[in-house]
């Protein structure tokens, strides 16, 4: 059974910075494509930034140059920082198996605000 352990979500004042990680256990990490979604309240789901298992990443527009995505396999764990934070980055975080079916972390939220 695969499970997930995210954290490292809050509340930030604009401009600040978040780190969140995603620990999977119950799968082979290493195959695993992994990425972080968000969803902001009223609004789709969205991809924010992933990671492929061979390392290579790709990001949102709206995140490029303020967030990056990591992973460190020996821990089983994919790592996402945010700086410069903004209103519009409000919403809840998940991690996620991109190559494997419905397999989502619970989410955590993030709640930029002054």
């Known amino acids: 059974q695969v499970r997930f352990v995210q954290s490292g979500g809050g509340p930030v004042q604009p401009g600040g910075s978040l780190r969140l990680s995603c620990t999977v256990s119950?799968?082979?990490?290493?195959?695993?494509?992994m990425a972080w979604y968000r969803q902001a309240p009223g609004k789709q789901r969205e991809l924010v930034a992933g990671i492929t298992s061979s390392g290579k990443t790709d990001y949102a527009e709206a995140v490029k140059g303020r967030f990056t995505i990591s992973r460190d396999n020996a821990w089983m764990r994919t790592t996402l920082q945010m700086n410069n934070l903004n209103a519009d980055d409000t919403a809840v975080y998940y991690c996620?198996?991109?190559?494997?079916?419905?397999?989502w972390g619970q989410g955590t939220p993030v709640t930029v605000s002054s």
């Open positions: 119950g799968i082979n990490f290493r195959i695993c494509d």
């Open positions: 996620k198996i991109d190559n494997r079916r419905d397999s």
